[in-house]
């Protein structure tokens, strides 16, 4: 079974999660980088971000350097950004076509993901989704349990397959 984690991540929490997972399943990772990542990382990244988020924005990315073709089970994970995935998450959902694949799917929010995941099935498509969590700033805030949190779900979607 070859597996394959896909995010996003401007602060690092989703990366922190995905690095983890990645670890504990033995999975490849492809990280989404937008060509021109968004400047600053002061309070005006939540008005150039949620501008992006808002306007439905899908900003191009670097090539990415794994095909999600190959592999059988899919971890996808995202910030929350307005109340649903990232930008670089919509230019990935409208560029490569998944389908028939098994997704686990996962954000990082600060306390309001709104129905991110729901949006993240939609965009999807045709897809056995077999698991979903979210996780709330894990950089900043119990950042132990939450690796804990996310390794055992992990574990724990691969263990039913
Ligand atoms: C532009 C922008 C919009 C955001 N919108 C939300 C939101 O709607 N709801 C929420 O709970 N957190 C929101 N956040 C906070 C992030 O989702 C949260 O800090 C997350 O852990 C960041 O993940 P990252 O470090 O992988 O980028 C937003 C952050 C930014 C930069």
């Given at each position: 079974m070859k597996k394959l984690i896909i995010f996003y991540s401007f602060e690092g929490n989703t990366k922190l999660i995905a690095k983890n997972i990645a670890k504990t399943i033995d999975a490849d990772i492809l990280e989404l980088k937008p060509e021109q990542e968004i400047k600053t990382k002061s309070f005006m990244k939540f008005?150039?971000?949620?501008?992006?988020?808002?306007?439905?924005?899908?900003?191009?990315?670097?090539?990415?350097?794994?095909?999600?073709?190959?592999?059988?089970?899919?971890?996808?994970?995202?910030?929350?950004?307005?109340w649903g995935p990232a930008p670089p998450l919509k230019t990935f959902f409208s560029t490569c076509n998944i389908s028939n694949k098994r997704i686990a799917l996962f954000c990082c929010h600060g306390g309001g993901k709104g129905?991110?995941?729901?949006?993240?099935?939609?965009?999807?498509?045709?897809?056995?989704?077999?698991?979903?969590?979210?996780?709330r700033d894990p950089l900043k805030r119990k950042t132990e349990e939450n690796v804990k949190n996310a390794v055992e779900w992990a574990e724990s979607v691969i263990r039913g397959q």
């Open positions: 008005f150039w971000g949620g501008k992006q988020a808002m306007m439905n924005e899908k900003p191009d990315l670097l090539p990415l350097d794994k095909n999600p073709d190959d592999y059988d089970i899919i971890f996808i994970g995202t910030p929350v950004w307005a129905k991110t995941i729901e949006k993240m099935k939609i965009a999807l498509g045709e897809n056995d989704f077999i698991g979903q969590i979210d996780f």
